[in-house]
């Protein structure tokens, strides 16, 4: 039985807009304590680099309220922005694409890059998927050491999510470099100022626009070719839609998968009995296993909508306009929709996570190819490296969206 984690902190002194919060090691005890006493509560919001300070923004930590605000995109809107401090109105759709807006557009945009992720094409890339799993572990087996995040984890979302758009090989490390920056804002080791989270994203789009234009000349067999070429109710995209699309592909569908990653091997190593019981049985577990440690890592930590007109939640009153944001990691440890929540349980079933958005417009788009990573990944490291085991605390990425680890030392028996 795990028990509830729990702070002596009074619920009015957390203030999830706070940076320090981050580095906090009771962060889950606190939105415990939030979910308990106060599961829909004000924050002051953090310092945006480059812009004033906003209004403040409501905190929604229960599960069900989570699902509620994400279902219903007519009350709880993307359209100003899904980051909690608020982007000029050119610079929303410039960074976030599809991500900061809603219907009708949302909806069209959303049709029109479907064409790019059918069941179809991300089965098509079920080998492809393997093969680069299996060189990826194949490449690191005879070391017996290595840091798992620069040498495992975040080679193959940015190998597979840039073969996917057709980027030659040579430049798949720079798109590594590239979202590291976009993602990695707030984190004093990347120093990322609104100039330099600027020139990337800007670097990203002239790329995209560039590679965008090849394929509409020469369409070839990725996915860049078919959304430039998609049509749906007359409708195409733009080179600046794609290029936009483009940012939020590469950033959305690599740190992402790369931290569920690794947050999965920290998970098997922490509870030996989860890993035994997937190893004897990988294919049978694997479903519940993926499942399990999309929950566990909640990569993404939370999204922010804005009210649309006057709404109650739990009791309290939020006014048009107002943020609300979406706490993932909170909706995924809430006791009332998952028993024992801080309990590793590879077989959890059933298993309704948030980790890849509440259910409603926004699901995630990439939530099918991320399964199949996570399950191949692990399906080669447990083929080729079945002891390998965390060393040591993590380096965690400072940030409060994303739950990231920077570096993590693994060891393991090199095959003979
Ligand atoms: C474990 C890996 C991943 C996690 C945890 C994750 C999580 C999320 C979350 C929480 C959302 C917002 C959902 C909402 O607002 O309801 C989202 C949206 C999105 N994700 Fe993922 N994601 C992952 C992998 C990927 C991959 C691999 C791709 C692409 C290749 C991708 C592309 C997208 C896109 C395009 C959206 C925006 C969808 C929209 O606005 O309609 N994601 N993801």
Redesign the pocket.
């Known amino acids: 039985m795990t028990l509830i984690p729990t702070t002596d902190l009074p619920v009015d002194a957390i203030q999830l807009g706070s940076p320090e919060v981050w580095s906090r090691p009771d962060r889950d005890a606190m939105f415990a304590k939030l979910r308990a006493e106060r599961p829909v509560s004000f924050h002051e919001e953090p310092e945006f680099i480059g812009f004033p300070k906003g209004p403040g923004f409501w905190a929604i930590t229960r599960y069900d309220d989570v699902v509620r605000v ?1 279902r219903d995109s007519d009350t709880f809107s ?1 359209g100003r922005g ?1 980051n909690i401090g608020d982007l000029p109105v050119e610079l929303l759709e410039f960074f976030g ?3 900061n ?1 809603d219907a009708p557009r ?1 909806t069209k945009l ?1 049709k029109l ?1 479907n064409r790019g ?1 059918t069941p179809r094409v991300i089965a098509s890339l079920e080998e492809s998927v393997r093969t680069t799993a299996r060189r990826v572990v194949e490449t690191v087996a005879p070391k017996g050491a290595c840091d798992f995040v620069e040498e495992v984890s975040s080679l193959l ?1 940015l190998k ?2 840039c073969d ?1 758009m057709g980027i030659p090989e040579a430049d798949n490390r720079r798109m590594f470099e590239l979202s590291n920056v976009i993602l990695g804002i707030g984190d004093p080791e990347y120093g990322v100022t609104m100039d330099v989270l600027m020139s990337a994203a800007i670097e990203l789009s002239q790329y995209a626009q560039a590679l965008g234009e090849a394929r509409m000349a020469t369409p070839g067999e990725d996915i860049t070719s078919v959304l430039m070429s998609a049509d749906v109710d007359g409708e195409r995209l733009t080179p600046s839609e794609f290029a936009s ?1 483009f940012i ?2 590469v950033v ?3 740190e ?2 790369r ?2 990653i690794s947050h999965g091997m920290k998970a098997l190593t922490d509870f030996p009995d989860e890993r035994r019981k997937w190893m004897a049985d990988f294919e049978g577990v694997a479903p519940t296993a993926v499942e399990e440690i ?1 929950r566990w ?4 930590i939370h ?1 922010r909508r804005t009210v649309t007109k006057d709404v109650e939640l739990c009791g309290q009153c939020i006014r048009e306009g107002e943020k609300v944001v979406i706490w ?1 990691n909170s909706a995924n440890r809430d006791e009332r929709a998952f028993p024992e929540p801080f309990r590793f349980d590879v077989t959890r079933a059933p298993n309704e996570h ?14 099918n ?2 399964r199949r ?2 399950k191949l990944m692990f399906q080669e490291l447990f083929r080729v490296c079945p002891d390998m085991r965390v060393v040591g605390q993590p380096d965690m990425l400072f940030s409060g969206f994303i739950h990231g680890i920077k570096r993590m030392r693994v060891e393991w028996t090199p095959p003979r």
């Open positions: 994400s993307s899904s694409s599809m991500i807006m949302h959303r890059v992720f979302p597979i999510i996917m699309f939020l592909l959305a569908g690599n992402t998968t931290n569920a999309v890592a909640t990569p993404v999204f993932y948030v980790g890849f958005g509440g259910g409603g417009a926004h699901y995630c788009l990439g939530a190819l991320a990573e996570i």
